[in-house]
């Protein structure tokens, strides 16, 4: 015999979470970690260029070009939040 | 880092050639474009289509149009991480030919790295491949050099000017060679 909760496995309490609100804080918090692992990850990628690349000037425009190019895409990702929070 | 011994110097570094980075960002630049390309061009469609399916699941607090920016920013800071760890990859991994050793250095991602050296006179074959046309045209190809009381041989795909590489790595040979006496000297 199928009863009425197996019927309507998440008619109670699943539904109550729906619909899942995106706040504005977690998607400051994202960015938050975003912009940590990034950091992380260019004191990597400086490391392993200065340290490695042999007889090498284009070590110097290539931190730039990294610095340059991540700061304009979290740019646009703190556009984006601020305008999702507005 | 590569240290080089009293006498040492270096005459040459060859990387891989640009055509083979430029492929590799290939991916890259068409992951980057395609969620652009499906907002423009399909946006419409997809919202009509998805819309009424996440309504039940998500409700959006904010402007739908800064949650996308802000997630395609994000997508392209990710991948301009593995573009910068391929050109990492490409960049560093490099043949130092100096008066004395010919040095393979190879980075395998990060914190890992294989340096391999071998003095000129340990030769005994170089190898150069250039795989068609576009190879023959831009100049590039893979040069394998194979040492005595090795069983492997030092291999480098990719490289650019390869024959400019043998020309090097032979004369130089053929000079330790004269230095030690003994001769055959490579063609």
Redesign the interface.
Known sequence: MISGYMQQPFSLPFSAL???????VA?WV??GV?LLG?LI?TA??FY??R??????A?VLS?DAV?LV??GI??S??F???????? | ??SLEPNEE?LL?ARKHWIIFLGEMLFIVLAALAPLFLYIFLGDRIGALLGPVL?????????I??????????W??AL??VL?YI??DF??D?W?VTNQRLID?E?LG?FN?RISGFRHDTIQDVTVEVPGILATLLKYGTISVRTAGKDTAFSFPGVSHPYKLKELIVSEHNRAKDKGTSATPLL
């Open positions: 729906f619909p899942l609100a995106i706040h504005p998607l994202i960015f975003a990034a990850m990597v990628f392993h260029w340290k490695y690349a042999v007889g090498s284009l290539a990294h190019v991540l895409l979290f646009m990702a556009i984006g939040v601020a305008e999702y929070s507005l | 880092m590569i270096i570094v309504a039940p699941l998500i409700s959006f607090d904010g402007d149009r800064g949650f996308l920016l802000f997630f395609y920013a994000l392209l800071v301009w991480h910068a050109w990492t960049y560093l490099v130092v250095v980075q990060f790295r």
